[in-house]
Every structure is written in structure tokens, then in C-alpha cells.
């Protein structure tokens, strides 16, 4: 990862960080209005909905503090990639992206020491990269939060039309069972 990780040298000076969160943001707030309809609704929801409807206010208030935290001055003294699906995006940002879908988002603390110290045995990371890692890595899992909450709504939907096709042919199979179930 570190060799690939190659540095713009002219970097674009727009911050795509900021962009992303509040999209990041408008999908889980999105999500979670679904679930919450659902439960209204009295439907069966899995425990990562549950979870999610439940612990909702501590990922709005990440992403809250992730807004208020990230400067964005600061964004642009960051060294970006300058290719791949992370180009333009800081490296540091690109980093804990990929460490958190390798760890499938069980970070700790001794994880991330080892991650940090074998990648820069390749590729040093500046001062403000370090600096910036905790507010990187909450960004990540904002993102993978996302990703997973979008799954579990899709989910949830698909069960639902599943559920009202089931209805149907049983409905059906009362009314008409040989069209059916033709023997």
C-alpha cells in the first residue's frame, strides 16, 4: 500500500474531505429515517438496524465533531495521491480508508501502531499526516458506516418485497391454488 500510494506533486486545492462527509452524513440520516419507519411500521429489523436506530445520536454527533474538527486550511497542507480512486485525497485519509475495510472496522490501538510504523518503513509519513490520523480514521468509519447502513436498507426493502410477493402467492394459492400450484 505504501509503495502504491504515490504523492501529487501539484495537488488540486479543492477539499473533497468535507464534501464527502455531509453526503456521507445525508445517507445515514436517510437510513436511519427508513428503519425508523419500519419499526413504526412494526416490522422485524435485524440488530444492525437495531443498533443503528439506537446508537443514531452518537453518529450524528461524529459527524458533527468531525466537522467542527477537521480545518480546512489544514486539508490543503496534507499530501494527496495523485492517482487511483483516492486521487486528490489526502494520503492519510486514503490510508485509514483501507486499513479500516482491511480490519472490517475492528481498530485497536495496537493495530494501528503496527499498520502506521510498517508503512512508513516505505513511505514516511509528515508530521500532519500523523497529526491528522484520529480525525482520518473517524472519517473512515463515518464512511463505512454508511456503506453498511445502505446494506441493511437495502436489505430491509428487499424483505419487504419479498414478503408482499409471499402474500401474494399465497393469497393466491387460496383463491386459485391449481394456478399456483399446478400438479
Sequence with gaps: ??????I??????????LPRLEENGRKLIAAYKSLVE???????????????????????????EIREDLPKGYYHELP?????????????YALSVQLI???????????????????QKISPL???ELWAVPISLRLALVENLRRLATRIVSSRTERDEADR???????????????????
Design 8 to 17: 501529487a506533486e501539484k495537488p488540486q486545492r479543492v477539499n473533497l474531505l
Design 1 to 6: 500500500l505504501a509503495a502504491e500510494n504515490e
Design 165 to 183: 410477493l409471499a402474500d401474494k402467492l399465497l393469497e393466491q394459492a387460496q383463491r386459485q391454488p391449481d394456478e399456483v400450484l399446478p400438479l
Design 80 to 92: 494527496k495521491l495523485s492517482a487511483g480512486n483516492f486521487k486528490d485525497y489526502p494520503r492519510i
Design 38 to 64: 419500519s419499526i413504526r411500521e412494526e416490522h422485524v429489523i435485524s440488530p444492525a438496524a437495531e443498533w443503528l436506530v439506537d446508537n443514531f445520536h452518537i453518529v450524528e454527533e461524529q459527524v458533527r
Design 101 to 119: 475495510a482491511h480490519i472490517d472496522s475492528h481498530l485497536d490501538t495496537e493495530t494501528l501502531r503496527r499498520f502506521i510504523n510498517v508503512y
Design 126 to 128: 509528515s508530521i500532519g
